[in-house]
């Protein structure tokens, strides 16, 4: 490996020679003699007009003689074909010729943009490509798109092995020819014969050819879209171009929202749009995004990573700002990651100074309220508020691990801004435990992978008693922790509700059967309908212990459950097939 390449530094191949080759001589002689040769980016030349270059830091004439018809022939006939996108190349090379015509179909305007082999240039998202996970890079045009992807498809093929095949609609990615330029490395390139005809290339390139990632340049068509979604759910990663500048964009974009998810509007019921403090009708995402990250390249040296896309989605359809990651590298190759929090005063988050003080969210409009249970041998010494003081926050968090109370809240109140629904930081507990809880009883929480954005932090008390980093940063932070003995249906049940305010520890919750079904099946349902009637009419009311049919082991494992929802004792007896539970009352 090249020794640049081993530091993180890019290198750059760019053939420029090629390019002067098919330019007109008193052109070619100007560049040539040019100090700003090397970064140049397009010579634009129009019929009657002085010929242009292009450069980062603006444009320059390079003759005071116009254009003519014969030089403008002069380049056309030393270039390939022009396609029906009116783009052409230079075989071999990453350069790019596109063309103007006027009325009659005559070329009157051609723009011939350098191309060049950026190696290293992916070091800032390096680790998110390794993920396997498909990746949307946005951007203005000429930021760096399409030669960020040519490296991702070289480094997927070569460094990291895998089978990729690249749509090039217009031979941008790989350049002009059949054969393709040596920046991909191994990875494979299907030319498409019309710019409308992509998407079919790209169902085909899955169909035809194997391939582990897709690369693909400029999604811009509605039937592209609907390609890339039926090849990312048949488990092939992507790695994608779409013109935009933000994942704002792309949200007001009917033609490709659905890139990540779609949106779709959503009327709620009279009690959800109370909880949710909002209208009646929403704006929610639709299906789960094509794209599982995007990267917003703001200049070639900065980008904008959305780490999590539907996350993203979701907070910005609440109208609330996301917290954004931003990546910078500097000339030694040294990569910066940043945490950019939300613009103070927009949307509603961080009010200015002088603005009046309005209460708004949980913990400011006091729903989150401290915990006042304290352990009595603390409490005959000092008032809660002196040992709240004086023991401090860790210490409190200790003692509250042995109580019967599995939840301890910061006693913290603030205006923080957060909007319903209760952002929740889940640590240590299956997320599909927690989601099939808030979606079976219409919760009004949302789960985060920020801990920026959560409202509360909900653990295992096993993981979190040891881990004095996760409580330094919610003494920080001032997010509430509150925490479960396992991480079982009930205890997950009864905790978000009481989270919510919503429990009352004397009073069982009525049990709804389908937080504990696993299928749904007609047996399941049968065997909690059975547990719950022997709880409900016999153990409860008369204090008796009663025995169930024998059930096997995976539903007896659903009937613990539901009985420890009642906050009651259960356990296995006999041998199998006639292994069975029996419930003790209280």
């Not at 000429?142 to 490296?151: N, P, S």
Request: charged share 25%; proline share 6%; net charge negative.
């Amino acid at each position: 490996m090249d020794e640049n390449l081993s530091l993180g530094r890019t290198q750059i191949t760019d053939d420029l020679g090629d390019l002067l080759a098919v330019l007109p001589e008193s052109i070619r002689i100007a560049l040539e003699r040019h100090p700003k040769l090397s970064i140049l980016i397009e010579v634009v030349m129009d019929l009657g007009r002085y010929p242009e270059a292009r450069f980062p830091d603006g444009a320059e004439y390079l003759s005071e003689v116009a254009i003519t018809k014969a030089e403008l022939q002069y380049c056309v006939d030393r270039l390939g074909s022009f396609s029906g996108d009116n783009r052409a190349g230079i075989e071999r090379t990453l350069h790019r010729i596109s063309c103007m015509r006027n009325r009659t179909g005559e070329i009157i305007g051609l723009t011939c943009r350098v191309g060049r082999a950026v190696y290293g240039t992916i070091n800032m998202i390096r680790d998110l490509v390794e993920t396997g996970k498909s990746i949307l890079m946005l951007g203005r045009p000429g930021v760096g798109k399409t030669t960020a992807l040519r490296e991702i498809a070289r480094v997927l093929a070569d460094e990291l092995g895998k089978r990729v095949v690249i749509i090039d609609t217009s031979n941008e990615i790989a350049g002009d020819g059949d054969i393709p330029h040596s920046a991909i490395g191994r990875a494979r390139r299907m030319q498409v014969a019309r710019p409308e005809l992509q998407h079919q290339v790209m169902i085909e390139a899955v169909e035809n050819h194997m391939p582990q990632v897709i690369v693909i340049d400029e999604i811009g068509t509605e039937l592209e879209a609907l390609a890339a979604r039926t090849i990312a759910e048949r488990g092939v990663q992507l790695v994608g171009t779409a013109h935009g500048n933000k994942l704002e964009n792309l949200l007001k974009n009917p033609t490709l929202s659905d890139l990540i998810g779609g949106i779709q509007a959503v009327t709620l019921g009279d009690e959800e749009a109370r909880r949710r403090a909002s209208q009646k009708t929403v704006l929610e995402r639709k299906s789960p995004p094509t794209f599982e990250i995007a990267v917003e390249m703001q200049e070639r040296h900065q980008w904008v990573v959305h780490d999590s896309v539907a996350e993203m989605v979701d907070t910005l359809l609440r109208g609330r700002q996301p917290t954004t990651q931003l990546r910078t590298v500097d000339d030694t190759g040294k990569v910066t990651i940043v945490r950019q929090l939300p613009e103070p005063g927009k949307n509603g988050l961080m009010p200015p100074p002088d603005a009046p003080k309005s209460p708004r969210g949980w913990r400011s409009t006091g729903r989150m309220t401290p915990i006042a249970t304290m352990p009595t041998t603390l409490a005959t010494n000092a008032s809660q508020a002196t040992l709240e003081a004086d023991l401090g926050f860790a210490q409190l968090l200790e003692q509250n691990w042995d109580s019967d109370e599995a939840t301890y809240s910061e006693a913290v109140t603030g205006a923080n801004g957060e909007d319903l629904p209760l952002h929740v930081y889940p640590y240590g507990i299956g997320r599909d435990e927690l989601e099939q809880v808030i979606e079976v009883l219409n919760l009004p929480v949302v789960l985060t992978k920020d801990m920026g954005n959560a409202d509360a932090v909900l653990a295992l008390r096993t993981h979190i008693k040891n881990h004095s980093k996760l409580r330094q940063i919610s003494k920080v932070r001032q997010v509430p922790i509150y925490s479960v003995k396992s991480g079982t249906i009930p205890q997950i049940t009864r905790t978000l509700r009481r989270m919510l305010h919503m429990d009352n520890p004397g009073i069982p919750e009525e049990a709804d059967l389908r937080l504990f079904t696993q299928h749904g099946s007609n047996d399941e349902v049968e065997a909690l309908e059975e547990a719950r009637l022997a709880v409900e009419q016999i153990v409860i009311p008369k204090g008796q212990p009663v025995e169930l049919l024998p059930r096997s082991s995976t539903v007896r494992k659903m009937q613990h459950e539901l009985i420890e929802h009642y906050r009651l004792k259960s356990a296995s007896f006999g041998d199998e097939p006639n292994r069975r539970l029996r419930i003790f009352p209280a």
